[in-house]
T-cell receptor, first 113, second 106 residues
Framework: NAGVTQTPKFQVLKTGQSMTLQCAQD?????MYWYRQDPGMGLRLIYY???????DKGEVPNGYNVSRLNKREFSLRLESAAPSQTSVYFC????????????FGNGTRLTVT | AQRVTQPEKLLSVFKGAPVELKCNYS??????LFWYVQYSRQRLQLLLR??SRESIKGFTADLNKGETSFHLKKPFAQEEDSAMYYC????????FGPGTRLSVLP
């Protein structure tokens, strides 16, 4: 049981390049989330998908797009990367009940030069 | 709006000393509160949630709705408790605090 799987683990981009971070979960969870983790800022919510077919903006959505491809997969796209997007990105999922916890992936460390 | 604050960025204690990591929240509805822990080079994992009223690895947390707090406590810290701790709130979605790095000194 893999849980939440993120790819890639590491990525270096040049300013202006685009890329997609992939996330898949095998727990049949309804809700999926993307966070970025920065020193002193904690985890900030970028986008989330409460259920298949829906997506909503979080605290810091600018510069990102998401796609809930199916119930298992939730991707995060950077159309034109900027140095301010250098961060560690975490995907997480939950079954959506209020008292159900989030299950996290291992993270993607992204550097934009 | 929903918000979580953790006033201490870094907390250092000696092994065997009591630990309290503070968490305050703001949310107009009835929130669910959680504590997550991230050990070095590992993914974030659930430590405990208020609805379970459980004790995990000796840690407990009590929800105080009057003070809008959910502080994490442990009576005797161990070196293996050294990690990053995040308080989280589920209202409309999951929101995390900035985190507190706990360092337990030998």
């Amino acid at each position: 049981n893999a849980g939440v799987t993120q790819t890639p683990k590491f990525q270096v981009l040049k300013t202006g390049q685009s890329m997609t971070l992939q996330c898949a979960q095998d727990m049949n969870h309804n809700s999926m989330y993307w966070y970025r983790q920065d020193p002193g800022m904690g985890l900030r919510l970028i986008y989330y998908s409460a259920s298949e077919g829906t997506t909503d903006k979080g605290e810091v959505p600018n510069g990102y797009n998401v796609s809930r491809l199916n119930k298992r997969e939730f991707s995060l796209r950077l159309e034109s990367a900027a140095p301010s997007q250098t961060s560690v990105y975490f995907c997480a999922s939950t079954d959506g009940d209020r008292d159900s916890p989030l299950h996290f992936g291992n993270g993607t460390r992204l550097t934009v030069t | 709006a929903q918000r979580v604050t953790q006033p201490e960025k870094l907390l250092s204690v000696f092994k065997g000393a009591p630990v309290e990591l503070k968490c305050n929240y703001s949310y107009s509805g009835s929130p669910e509160l959680f504590w997550y822990v991230q050990y070095s080079r590992q993914r974030l994992q659930l430590l405990l949630r208020h609805i379970s009223r459980e004790s995990i690895k000796g840690f407990t947390a009590d929800l105080n709705k009057g003070e809008t707090s959910f502080h994490l406590k442990k009576p005797f810290a161990q070196e293996e408790d050294s990690a990053m701790y995040y308080c989280a709130l589920y209202g409309q979605n999951f929101v995390f605090g900035p985190g507190t790095r706990l360092s337990v000194l030998p």
